[in-house]
């Protein structure tokens, strides 16, 4: 299993970027897909970025196709997500998951193991 725990959360205008990391402890990191998965108020949990363990695969949601960019550091334990052209609809915390699945995975349900967020908030 993997420990993520996040940070690089904040307040950002629109149009600007942000990009949270992830860090995750446990063993052979490289078998875990992680996902970002976002939480705006009054909202559920969403999918928008996953990348597979060895880190080959990537997909995106559609709202953010071409604007964020999830990688991953296999050899320092790391997940990034990088987020440009942000608008006040992103605004969110974002939750770094580990999934039971080595490929990439866009239900939130796969995801096992999570972090405490950190908050991206875009103003307009």
């Known amino acids: 299993q993997v420990q993520p725990v996040e940070s690089g959360g904040g307040l950002v205008q629109a149009g600007g970027c942000q990009r949270p990391?992830?860090?995750?402890?446990?063993?052979?990191?490289?078998?875990?897909?992680m996902g970002w998965l976002p939480q705006a108020p009054g909202k559920e949990r969403e999918f928008v970025a996953a990348?597979?363990?060895?880190?080959?695969?990537?997909v995106d949601a559609d709202s953010v196709k071409g604007r964020f960019t999830i990688s991953r550091d296999n050899a320092k334990n790391m997940v990034s997500l990088q987020m440009d052209s942000l608008k006040p609809e992103d605004t969110a915390v974002y939750y770094c998951a580990g999934s039971r699945y080595s490929g990439t995975t866009r239900n939130r349900n796969d995801y096992d193991y999570w972090g405490q967020g950190t908050q991206v908030t875009v103003s307009s």
């Open positions: 990348i597979s363990g060895p880190g080959n695969f990537r």
């Open positions: 990391s992830c860090a995750a402890s446990g063993r052979i990191f490289s078998n875990y897909a």
